[in-house]
């Protein structure tokens, strides 16, 4: 923003502490700033800036560098290590003008530097332009705040979409993880119960973040929650979702899908995707994906033959079905978890309940990501047979 536009902006009532020792200073610079519509407050000497500036918190201090007792760097120090006074602009105001005073002064946080003697037009001036710059800093924060609040609100909505409690059965247990990039996301997973000791397992992943892609992904959950009959044949299931959304196969959005029919009774699984990454298997500490051919993704056009194939599970068999933002997560220099690392995880996982290998699994993944948050939403179901 240039000086000019910044000036030109109104900013609203606030208040400016002026701090100098000298009498005369000081006088000038309450004159000049008189009748601006600003609060003005003044003090003779650090120690009285500082309780003002702790009681009135003020937007803007005029701040002599030179003073005794505590000079103008130690009150510029303080008033930026104290929560209540930190985001305070600090203008400092000294009659000498070497760089190092003036680098000092900004490496302690002040914004600008006036060299005496001063010049009203200049004091006017640039006092204008800061406190135009603080108000719309505090307004884009306000913005900001609220748009995350509302977000975050978004976020709990989200989360009633999911399962609020996973099917259970004496021969099959479940552990879940879901954790969206940003406050909402495009990833979802459900278990349907579908009798006869069977379970439908879905998980979606919409393309993008946010909005958009959290609406998509409502709207897949509806779609899912009203198919006529039991959800027992996957390629059924999946061409019904995508002939739901037929209004946006012209659009840049579309979504990988994976549908399973699980029958814990006799151990099988049937399983078809829509472009989804494939679910790993353990058995016996040795972990593979399991082979399947996949159709195109949803939400782009008409899929037409989905291949199904059917499985033989054994006893202790643990399942992994994720979205790609497991794969995917990054360290701070790019290097991605990847499916090996996953492969890994679950081999070291442990052979306890489902969520004790999910759990396990996230563990890793947080470890190798070192603190680096993830840029896509992440979702983990674990199936694990008895």
């Known amino acids: 923003m240039s000086t000019d536009t910044a000036s030109a902006i109104i900013a609203p009532p606030s208040t400016i502490l002026a701090v100098d020792d000298s009498p005369t200073n000081l006088q000038v610079l309450v004159r000049t700033l008189s009748g601006s519509g600003h609060r003005i407050l003044a003090a003779r000497d650090g120690a009285t800036a ?24 130690d009150v510029c120090r303080r008033i930026k290590s104290e929560r209540e006074t930190r985001d305070t602009v600090v203008i400092f105001l000294s009659a000498r003008g070497e760089v190092s005073d003036k680098l000092s002064g900004f490496e302690l946080g002040a914004i600008d530097y006036i060299t005496k003697p001063i010049q009203a037009e200049e004091v006017v001036a640039r006092v204008a332009v800061h406190l135009s710059r603080l108000h719309l800093v505090r307004a884009l924060r306000q913005s900001r705040d609220g748009l995350d609040r509302e977000l975050a609100s978004a976020a709990r909505m989200q989360r009633l979409l999911l399962p609020t409690a996973i099917p259970a059965h004496p021969a099959v247990h479940f552990g879940t993880y879901y954790q969206t990039s940003r406050h909402a996301g495009g990833d979802y997973y459900d278990v349907l119960p579908l009798g006869q000791d069977r ?17 998509v992904m409502a709207m897949i959950r509806a779609v899912v929650h009203s198919y006529p009959g039991v959800a027992d044949d996957p390629p059924a299931l999946l061409h019904y ?15 990988t899908a994976l549908y399973a029919v699980l029958d814990a009774g006799r151990r099988t699984l049937r399983l078809s995707s829509a472009g989804h990454p494939l679910p790993l298997i353990r058995r016996d500490r040795s972990v593979s994906t399991l082979p399947a051919d996949t159709a195109m993704c949803v939400l782009w056009d008409e899929l037409g033959n989905i291949p199904c194939v059917d499985y033989a599970l054994e006893a202790h068999d643990a399942l992994a079905f994720y979205t790609d933002g497991i794969t995917d997560r990054q360290t701070t220099d790019g290097t991605m978890f990847d499916l090996d690392r996953l492969s890994y995880a679950l081999s070291q996982a442990g052979s306890g309940a489902a969520p004790d290998i999910a759990a396990a699994i996230i563990r890793e993944l947080d470890l190798f990501a070192g603190g680096q948050e993830p840029d896509d939403d992440q979702t983990l179901l674990i199936v694990g047979l008895d």
């Open 241 to 255: 979702i995508n002939r739901h959304f037929r209004f946006l196969w012209d659009s840049p959005m579309y979504a």
């Open 199 to 215: 379970f439908g397992i879905l998980l979606v992943d919409v393309s993008g973040h946010g909005a958009p892609a959290a609406i």
């Open 50 to 73: 500082l309780e003002i500036a702790r009681k009135a918190r003020p937007d803007l201090m005029l701040l002599d560098v030179m003073m005794p007792g505590l000079d103008g760097f």
